[in-house]
């Protein structure tokens, strides 16, 4: 599954890069990057359902990893190509191996829940590169688990492993009536414990969690993989103008104001760098903050005097500050 | 159950209603006044779902034992709803929450908070009191006498005690 | 005993900034060097000294007595193996020389000549390792190890092997979530110390690593202070006040924790790395005397009750102010 982040220009921690080792295009449409690191050696593990976001020329795309987690030398993510998209897609299509492309360690959120006694894995078309990815490791460490699988006809990217891989625990569907009566009947039917993940088309994410609450499930049953932007945001650019020295720093999309300070000369104390700890407030005298901290209290977001420069932005191209 | 900033569980003043999402439910009373709010409870359950109502004297070990069979054989759409004192509710809660019902599946009404279970660290014995938190109960299998704490374990539903006078020079 | 002395002074977290201390969420990203003003510690996850096989035997016979110090809710397996699999090579990282690992796919060879050590087992295989992942990994890092699942949007305590707690009980706590394990502690619930916390702990991502440090006192070198054993030392804290050797008994203990989002599991890794030195060994270097004795002479008397500091804080406060 992809979705298309803004670009980020300036550099960040932890950037994994990448050369394409193989490409597979077994279905038409959907094609299958192999990475390894350039250097070789192990990758990060990562839980079943986890992305990448990978730098894809002006954009940042996030392509679930299809593999089962465990430490390995490289991971495979599946592309579909979207003729109107963005452009992020028709990039990964330009591919070929040897090519080098940098992207994040892998980010989770979506990952299975370890106390459900049955997994149901519901995805829809591309949708089914998390699912690959849950259904590897719930082979892996033994789970109980099923797939129901709707893809076009001729056009299941991974159905052949997929069938080697599930077995009888796979179904899948060439139609979407089909498809959609037998996601109902499981959502009617699993024991108690059963927790059901979707990934794919936004209507059949939709079905599934209309159909899943109409039939009692408790949203904590509830999976559906969606990227979060707000993860990921680099935030707009905005000028620091400091009141004490007269100093303006800019602060470009990307790089934090604590680290434009810092960069800037200005020392501001800090530990966490996440939000959370309280140590880098600095004081704000004109402009409104755009607070992303976990620290200020609603009041004191309200009040806007006073930000946590480790994460927060602005709301104006100004932020003026007390230092 | 709002037992947000502590693991000592608030009961709200308001009891409880029906989840109008669940398709089937098992209520469970203990004690007369346990009883009056699942007979209360079932009439409030919309018509069509599948209903059953246990009366206990309190969470003994054949009424647990019922609960946990019904739990193996719930589907996804089922909810627990248990009434009584907080002792039976709280034993009840745990043996569910063991079997892997979520919080999200039990909704409670407690009755009195009077009767507590304190399990003892340095024997592992749970004592039956009525001993307030901060108050001494004596543990029933090492004879310390126990301060009750007011930290409670879900999955044992149990108070923790402590020896209350180990820091006195005999 | 004197270059022993020294080096437990040397390699100290001594944990106070300023002269007051206030609980915070304090973290930081691990793995940096911290200076000290008798050395330094902090360049590891992990962090082996002279007490390395002495500590290990005292959990060995801590757990025989007390099997219960080790806990596992049956869905944590595959985060023990993680837990295991993670530590395991950066114990060789930190010990070479005198440990090796060997890996054979899954089939993993371990030796640790510091203890004796020699194991083969296959990751995942639960007959391979019949103590469990966690009891083996509690058996070669001094660290305890929480593992916390997360679901439901919380974490939960669900396993964890616990032989040096500072007056909690791991056998009792298992299964809490994070918010109520915290319960017991003053202050954190209104100043949002550990809500945050929680928030900050959800969102890391796999391979993150971060640290912070906490702080007690203990009288003697004794590890085991858990509730389990409260009868066993608990007159201490009352016979030490009027005992001449006070400051040779009487020990700041401070708690390296480290949490660390496991890759292949999610869940989070929270090591306990427990540090004692005596008032003696600390007043070798006075700006620790000075300091600690402010912290202490200023904690407010709730957090110093939650602490069990109370019955000898005054006698501490004046062996090092009257020095
Ligand atoms: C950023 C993370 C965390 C913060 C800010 C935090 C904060 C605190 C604080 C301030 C205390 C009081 C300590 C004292 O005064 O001696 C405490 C106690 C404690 N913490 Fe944490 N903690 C964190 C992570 C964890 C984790 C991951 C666990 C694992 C379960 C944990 C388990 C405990 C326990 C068991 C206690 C003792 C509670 C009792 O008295 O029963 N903490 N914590
Ligand atoms: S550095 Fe911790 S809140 Fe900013």
């Known amino acids: 599954m ?66 089962d987690g465990s430490p390995a030398e490289e991971y495979r993510v599946s592309v579909l190509l979207c003729p109107d998209g963005d452009g992020g897609s028709a990039f990964v299509h330009r591919l070929a191996v040897g090519d080098v492309v940098t992207a994040s360690r892998p980010r989770s959120a979506f990952a299975p829940v370890s106390t459900a006694r049955h997994h149901l894995l519901v995805a829809g078309g591309i949708g089914i590169t998390p699912m690959l990815s849950h259904a590897r490791a719930a082979v892996r460490w033994k789970r109980s688990f099923e797939l129901l699988y709707g893809h076009r006809p001729g056009a299941g990217a991974h159905l052949d492993e997929l069938r080697d891989l599930c077995g009888d625990r796979l179904a899948a569907y ?22 059901v993940y979707v990934c794919g088309p936004a209507p059949l994410i939709a079905f599934v969690e209309e159909t899943a609450a109409e039939l009692g499930w408790p949203a904590e049953r509830v999976h559906a993989e969606r990227f979060s932007a707000a993860d990921l945001d680099p935030g707009e650019p905005f000028t620091a103008r400091l009141a004490r020295s007269g100093t303006r720093v800019p602060v470009p999309s990307g790089t934090s104001l604590l680290s434009a300070l810092e960069e800037a000369g200005v020392a501001v104390p800090n530990l966490c760098r996440q939000g959370v700890c309280g140590e880098c407030r600095v004081p704000v005298r004109s402009g409104r903050p755009l607070h992303r901290d976990l620290y200020l209290s609603e009041a004191e977001r309200a009040a806007g005097d006073a930000v946590m420069c480790c994460v927060s932005r602005s709301v104006d191209d100004e932020l003026e500050l007390d230092l | 159950m709002g037992a947000e900033h502590t693991s000592v569980p608030r ?52 009424v647990l034992a019922v609960l946990t069979a019904r739990i193996a054989g719930a589907r996804v759409g089922w909810r627990l709803m248990l009434a009584g004192p907080e002792a039976d509710v709280l034993a009840a809660r745990a043996v569910a929450l063991r079997a892997g019902v979520l919080d999200a599946e039990i909704r409670c009404a407690v009755t009195s908070t009077e009767r507590k279970r304190v399990y003892c660290p340095h024997c592992r014995t749970t004592t039956a009191t009525t001993a ?19 930290h409670v374990s879900r999955r044992a539903g149990a108070y923790l005690g402590f020896m209350a006078d180990a820091e006195e020079v005999a | 005993m004197t270059t022993a002395l020294s080096s437990r002074v040397a390699r100290f977290p001594f944990p106070f900034a300023t002269d007051s201390y206030r609980y915070s969420t304090n973290v930081e990203p691990a793995r940096r060097p911290v200076t000290t003003a008798a050395g330094g510690w902090g360049a590891g996850v992990l962090d082996v000294d002279d007490d390395y096989a002495a500590e290990l035997a005292e959990r060995r016979a801590v757990l025989a007595a007390d099997p219960t110090r080790c806990q596992e809710l049956p869905h944590m397996r595959v985060a023990s193996w993680d837990a295991l699999t993670t530590l395991l090579p950066e114990l060789a990282d930190t010990l070479p020389g005198t440990t090796s ?25 639960d007959d391979s390792l019949p103590e469990g992942p966690l009891a083996f990994l509690g058996s070669q890092i001094q660290d305890d190890v929480v593992l916390l699942d997360q679901r439901e949007g919380a974490l939960w305590a669900d396993a964890g092997l616990v032989t ?40 890391l991502q796999p391979g993150e690593e971060y640290r912070r440090t906490n702080w007690t006192m203990t009288v003697d070198r004794r590890l085991d202070t858990s509730t389990e054993t409260y009868a066993d030392w608990g007159r201490d804290r009352r016979l030490v006040v009027d005992d001449p050797a006070l400051p040779d008994r009487l020990h700041l203990r401070v708690e390296v924790q480290h949490l660390i989002r496991l890759g292949v599991s999610n869940a989070v890794c929270f090591l306990v790395r427990t540090h004692v030195l005596s008032l003696r060994e600390l007043a070798t270097v006075p700006e620790w005397r000075q300091r600690f004795a402010a912290v202490l002479a200023e904690l407010p008397d709730d957090m110093a009750d939650y602490k069990g500091l109370t019955r000898f804080r005054g006698a501490a406060v004046d062996w090092l102010t009257s020095r």
């Open chain 3, 101 to 125: 690992l060997d890996r054979v796919g899954d089939r993993w060879t371990w030796r640790n000549d510091r203890l004796g050590t020699a194991r083969t087992f296959t990751v995942g295989d």
């Open chain 1, 2 to 67: 992809t979705a298309t982040l803004p670009a980020r220009t300036a550099a960040r921690t932890g950037v994994l890069v990448l050369a394409v080792a193989a490409v597979a295009d077994d279905v038409p449409g959907i094609r299958t990057l192999t990475l390894r690191r350039s250097e070789g050696g192990p990758l990060p593990a990562y839980p079943a359902g986890s992305h990448l976001v990978m730098d894809c020329g002006d954009r940042r795309n996030a392509y679930s990893l299809t593999g």
């Open chain 1, 174 to 195: 060439g139609s979407t009536p089909e498809m959609l009566a037998a996601v109902r009947a499981a959502l009617a039917d699993r024991p108690l414990g059963t927790h």
């Open chain 2, 11 to 62: 009961w709200g003043t308001e009891r409880p209603a029906p989840d109008p999402s669940a398709r089937a439910l098992l209520l469970v009373g203990f004690g007369a006044r346990g009883c009056a709010i699942t007979t209360a409870w079932a009439a409030d359950v919309p018509a069509g779902r599948a209903v059953e109502v246990l009366a206990a004297d309190d969470a003994d070990e054949a």
């Open chain 3, 164 to 203: 040096f707690a500072a007056d909690w009980s791991m056998g009792f706590d298992v299964g809490m979530r994070f918010l109520e394990v915290h319960g017991p502690v003053p202050r954190v619930h209104e100043a949002g110390v550990v809500q945050r916390a929680e928030q900050f702990l959800m969102r």
């Open chain 2, 132 to 150: 307030p938190v901060a108050g001494e109960t004596p543990c029933d299998g090492c004879g310390r006498r126990l301060h009750v704490y007011a």
